[in-house]
């Protein structure tokens, strides 16, 4: 089992930048490829980016690519999703989340392991 905590949210302008952190309990944190979810007042749960477990494979969302940087140290058992050029549209709660099966996925469904989610607010 994963225990995953997320933190590093908060409030910022846009166009600035803030840096979240997931930190997984246990050790076969490196078995798992991890994603940032995001959701929204009223709106679903979405895919904002992946890491496949090595830190080789990365994907990212089209809303958020060239602007997010997803990355790992498994050393740490961490996770991170470096967040520039923040825009309005940005704010949401960020969730983590561990999946054990092989291949990325943006489908919150396949994923196993969830944090409880940190807030990022973006202000105009």
């Known amino acids: 089992q994963v225990q995953l905590v997320e933190s590093g949210g908060g409030l910022v302008q846009a166009g600035g930048s803030l840096r979240l952190s997931c930190a997984a309990s246990?050790?076969?944190?490196?078995?798992?490829?991890m994603g940032w979810f995001r959701q929204a007042p009223g709106k679903e749960r979405e895919f904002v980016a992946f890491?496949?477990?090595?830190?080789?494979?990365?994907y990212y969302a089209d809303s958020v690519k060239g602007r997010f940087t997803i990355s790992r140290d498994n050393a740490k058992n961490t996770v991170y999703l470096q967040m520039n050029t923040l825009k309005p549209e940005d704010t949401a709660v960020y969730y983590c989340?561990?999946?054990?099966?092989?291949?990325?996925?943006?489908?919150?469904?396949?994923?196993?392991?969830w944090g409880q989610g940190t807030q990022v607010t973006v202000s105009s």
């Open positions: 890491i496949g477990h090595s830190g080789v494979a990365t």
């Open positions: 989340a561990a999946r054990g099966s092989t291949g990325w996925s943006i489908h919150p469904y396949s994923y196993d392991y």
């Open positions: 246990g050790r076969t944190f490196s078995r798992y490829a």
